[in-house]
Nanobody, 124 residues
Framework: QVQLVESGGGLVQAGGSLRLSCAAS????????MAWFRQAPGKEREFAAT????????SYADSVKGRFTISRDNAKNTVYLQMNSLTPEDTAVYYC?????????????????WGQGTQVTVSS
């Protein structure tokens, strides 16, 4: 059973940066496509970014493209989300997700494993 634990959330001013981390255990990390989703208060969970098993391919939501970067360190079983130029609209709980399916899915229902989430709050 794959377990995911996020860290790195917090409070930041608009224009600032944060780096989220997600540590995976209980499975073969290199077999997992990893992703980040987020859910703002009163809104549905939405896709943010995803990365292939070897880190060679990525995909981003239009809302974060050019500001967020997803990466992974397979030696550390960890995926990261570097978030720059943050705005109050980025305020949400950020979730790490994993799937054994091979493609870069943007739909939440393609991901079988989820972390507990980490809060990111951007003040204006």
């Amino acid at each position: 059973q794959v377990q995911l634990v996020e860290s790195g959330g917090g409070l930041v001013q608009a224009g600032g940066s944060l780096r989220l981390s997600c540590a995976a255990s209980g499975g073969t990390f290199t077999r997992l496509v990893m992703a980040w989703f987020r859910q703002a208060p009163g809104k549905e969970r939405e896709f943010a970014a995803t990365i292939s098993r070897d880190g060679g391919s990525t995909s981003y939501a239009d809302s974060v493209k050019g500001r967020f970067t997803i990466s992974r360190d397979n030696a550390k079983n960890t995926v990261y989300l570097q978030m720059n130029s943050l705005t109050p609209e980025d305020t949400a709980v950020y979730y790490c997700a994993a799937t054994k399916l091979g493609a870069l899915f943007t739909q939440a229902n393609a991901y079988s494993y989820w972390g507990q989430g980490t809060q990111v709050t951007v003040s204006s």
